[in-house]
């Protein structure tokens, strides 16, 4: 079943159409979570928030924006990542922050958000295939290092000397705090 | 995440407003990189291109990638581990070959070489094929199609056109390109497989980055194909030291040749055993080369004579003297080409001077019988008298001396004068490695070389009884 299909099918039968996705996409589902929560491997729970996220979700996604997997991805990273942070918290006994509301962004900190991300998509822009692939395990799927080189085809050592002079590279382009 | 600065967290909250794009989505896998060196390493090594050192390029790549995208998968399950050892054998399989293949030893098992690397890709395809429904079946994923089998399928036929059409014409040709094409959908349809669950797989950790592994096995085939094949193509000859010292019989045996006007020069380079040899000659003609084939100056001086020692017999020498600084370090080769007279007792002889030292040595020589299909007169068989040599480097005034016995008439007297056209060629290669090896064959080489020929017209008149 193509993506087309599938949203098809999620237009006209919501819950077959969600269970076509999942059974196509929950490896890769399970495959970003798990490299989010290597650490505190609860990813299960964290897949099952996902599968309620998408359900919520589901109708903002636009295929104009990007593809479909593009999109379950960017869910699964951020829903994973907000677990994550929860998991912290509750390690670090701060469990008051949990619900605490988080202030939302000025104007004047949007336009400085928006501006770094401009810059950052030009540098990313500039970079070999391989950085980049490398620079969004980390960044963005939030890989361990292991995870990286293994799948890379590199030693740990390898990848940390090639993510080292990436940053260093991103360093000199965005500029940023020294090591 | 621990350990990230702030430069690290700023590039995190920063990219989540930048996801990736559809590649990068498509790439962040576990088996991608490794799978499409795998599929790569198939195909490379299913098919043979045997031009532009394609047939050793394309494998030596091939062999490799394999190697590595089943390093990266082998911890899945047994069956992957089964295809990484394969891998490694071939591996190890083809850099013996290649580095065989530069030494005189490159036919040897050539036959058990090749269909070796043959069934282990076959094998790889079929264990893969395994390997891959394991792993599926692990994922939950049920599949429903076979493309490895497919594969498999298709490289026997493959395999059954080398075999019995080992000459393809192009009927064949293009059967193997569509044999070639069906492998090559079918490995992409095992990306497509992929695609549904292989998130699901596990990448193993390496002790050396896939760059660095790349490097180490290129660099050292690459190294040692080269030493062996300037070895190789270098042909080792052990010279003893010579002294001019004659015996009473070699010192009249000399004097004799004088008298036959053999020119002093010539009579110089004639080792002791030849001198004894000689002793009851009955005529002499020294002839010099005019010509050569060449004609420029790093052709060596030609000159020739014919010694007539009774009985229908005469003794044939033919001396090149090469210049200083014609490389000759590589192969070089002399032959006795003329077809139409019995000969035997072919010999060689090189002469040089080391470091204020005169060296001698003997070359062997080898006879063959071949059909030589001449264009006039059609096929005929003749007899080859060749003798391989490599002069040392730094060596001086260098001189091969090719010498053989002719039988010229069976009679006790010719009828009238006699007259021998004597043709030696001196070949000498251009290239210091010749890959495969392969030793000079005279024009039939498929490597440049220098031809040098001694073509002379000896004519007798004997005195009459």
Known sequence: ?179 | MNDWNEFDRELMETVTDLPPAAGTVRAVTPWREAMDRILLGLCLTCFTLNFLYLQYLLPAIGTVQLYLGFRTLRGNNRFFKLCWFFSICKAILLFTSFVLNATPYSDVLIGLRTALQTGIILAMLLILRQALRLSAAAADHATDRDPLLWAAVWYAALIALALFWPEPGWVVFFLMVFAFYRIAKSLHGVTAELEKWGCGVRASPVRLSGQQFQMVYYTSLLALVLLCGLLSNHIWLKAEPTEQTFTTAEEASRQHLRELEMPEEFLAQLPEEELRQLAGASACQYLENEETSSGNNKSPRLSGAMVYLGGGTARFYVLAEYADGVPLFWQNLAEFANSSTVRWDGACYLSYEKDGTAYRTIVPVQEATETVDNYFTGPSESTFIRAWYSFPAGAKNRTCLFICTQKLWEAKTPAADYYYDCIVNFYRSHLPITYPYRPLTGWESSYPVDLTQFCQFFQFSLPRP
């Open chain 1, 1 to 179: 079943m193509t993506d087309a299909e599938l949203l098809d099918l999620l237009r006209r039968d919501r819950t077959a159409g969600m269970e076509a996705l999942l059974a196509r996409y929950r490896p890769l589902l399970r495959y970003v979570i798990g490299g989010i929560l290597a650490e505190c491997g609860d990813g299960e729970d964290c897949l099952s928030e996902v599968c309620l996220a998408l359900w919520q979700k589901l109708d903002r996604f636009d295929p104009a924006r990007g593809s479909l997997s593009t999109w379950l991805t960017a869910v699964a990273r951020n829903t994973a990542l907000n677990h994550l942070k929860a998991h912290r918290r509750r390690e670090a006994h701060t469990a008051e922050a949990a619900g605490e509301p988080v202030s939302p962004d000025t104007p004047e900190q949007m336009l400085l958000r928006q501006e770094r991300a401009e810059r950052l998509k030009a540098a990313l822009n500039g970079l070999r295939d391989r950085d980049r692939q490398l620079f969004y395990r980390r960044y963005y799927y939030l890989q361990p290092l292991s995870q990286i080189a293994a799948e890379m085809g590199m030693t740990e050592r390898a990848a940390e000397g090639r993510l080292y002079r990436l940053r260093q590279r991103l360093r000199q382009e965005l500029g940023g705090d020294d090591p």
